[in-house]
């Protein structure tokens, strides 16, 4: 059975920084492409940023460049979410994706297989 475990949410405030981690278990996790989504409420599920395991592909969505860092620890299994100078429009319940194999689209969440259950992410002004 395939599980994602997020870890790492909180109430911070404007300007601090959060690492998300997603353990990853039942699957070979180099064979997969990880996506951090996140919704806030009222809105619709968006995308942050994805990391392609096997083929080294990193993306970000343009709202996260430069303030958020997507990684992975392939001997823990383990995919991080580093967010930086955190800003109250980050609030939202950050979940973690796998895909199997190729992303033809890091942002379609449609093409993950398994998500986990999500962490509260929640940034005070």
């Known amino acids: 059975e395939v599980q994602l475990v997020e870890s790492g949410g909180g109430l911070v405030q404007t300007g601090e920084s959060l690492r998300l981690s997603c353990a990853a278990s039942g699957l070979t996790f180099d064979d997969y492409a990880y996506g951090w989504f996140r919704q806030a409420p009222g809105k619709e599920r968006e995308a942050v940023a994805c990391?392609?395991?096997?083929?080294?592909?990193?993306y970000y969505a343009d709202s996260v460049k430069g303030r958020f860092t997507i990684s992975s620890d392939n001997a823990k299994n383990t995919v991080f979410l580093q967010m930086n100078r955190l800003e109250p429009e980050d609030t939202a319940v950050y979940y973690c994706a796998a895909a199997e194999g190729g992303i033809n689209y890091y942002a379609n969440s449609h093409e993950y297989e398994y998500w986990g259950q999500g962490t509260q992410v929640t940034v005070s002004s």
């Open positions: 990391i392609s395991v096997g083929v080294g592909s990193i």
